[in-house]
Antibody, heavy 121, light 106 residues
Framework: QLQMQESGPGLVNPAETLSLTCSVS??????????WGWIRQPPGKGLEWIGT???????YYNPSLKSRVTMSIDTSKNQFSLRLISSTAADTAVYYC?????????????WGRGTMVTVSS | SYELTQPPSVSVSPGLTARITCSGD??????TSWYQQKPGQSPVLIIY???KRPSGIPERFSGSVSGNTAALTISETLAMDEADYFC?????????FGGGTKLTVL
């Protein structure tokens, strides 16, 4: 069973870069059958899609975050990463990584447990 | 930007049927997915491609689409179904989530 695990600093200073990694186990990230995404959830609020990428590096970003977001993939480590520059308090959220499935109509069928990131000095 | 609209809350008595809607422009021409999220947990996919259930999801969860509105129906609702529910769709290479609906089982 494929599993996903987010990792990274739980506290980020304002104006600095938020960096997270998602490690995938139990299956290869180098597959054309799936794609890989980041979703976040501010405390007490709903889900916000950040971006999605496939194993070849093709990326799609939320237009509202596009100017600050970069996603990358490391197939040798079976990981993909998120960088969000110029962080503000509004970026405080639980960050999830997820597996997207084109065969499932674009649904995220597997999610990580999430990691809380607080942007504060 | 594309938006999906859900009611903030829905209440249902145990054993009865709950229905949660999700509306969006031309939603009937897209695939809708539904997720269940309980407090402190990650979202779980419960419906994909409008009306398909992943393995392990009880049959009491079903999805449908009519026009530009998708619906999640929970039959014979149990107390354990109390959770937040989110719809999701793709629109021109972007993923959109609805605002979420809190289901209360009274």
């Amino acid at each position: 069973q494929l599993q996903m695990q987010e990792s990274g600093p739980g506290l980020v200073n304002p104006a600095e870069t938020l960096s997270l990694t998602c490690s995938v186990s139990g299956g290869s990230i180098s597959t054309s059958n799936y794609y890989w995404g980041w979703i976040r959830q501010p405390p007490g609020k709903g889900l916000e899609w950040i971006g999605t990428m496939d194993y070849s590096g093709t990326t799609y970003y939320n237009p509202s975050l596009k100017s600050r977001v970069t996603m990358s993939i490391d197939t040798s480590k079976n990981q993909f990463s998120l960088r969000l520059i110029s962080s503000t308090a509004a970026d405080t959220a639980v960050y999830y990584c997820g597996r997207g499935s084109a065969a499932a109509g674009g649904a995220f069928d597997i999610w990580g447990r999430g990691t809380m990131v607080t942007v504060s000095s | 930007s594309y938006e999906l609209t859900q009611p903030p809350s829905v209440s249902v008595s145990p054993g009865l049927t709950a229905r949660i809607t999700c509306s969006g422009d031309t939603l009937g021409h897209k695939y809708t997915s539904w997720y269940q999220q309980k407090p402190g947990q990650s979202p779980v996919l419960i419906i994909y491609q409008d009306n398909k259930r992943p393995s392990g999801i009880p049959e009491r969860f079903s999805g449908s689409v009519s026009g530009n509105t998708a619906a999640l129906t929970i039959s014979e609702t149990l107390a354990m179904d109390e959770a937040d529910y989110f719809c999701q769709a793709w629109d021109i290479n972007t993923v959109v989530f609805g605002g979420g609906t809190k289901l209360t089982v009274l």
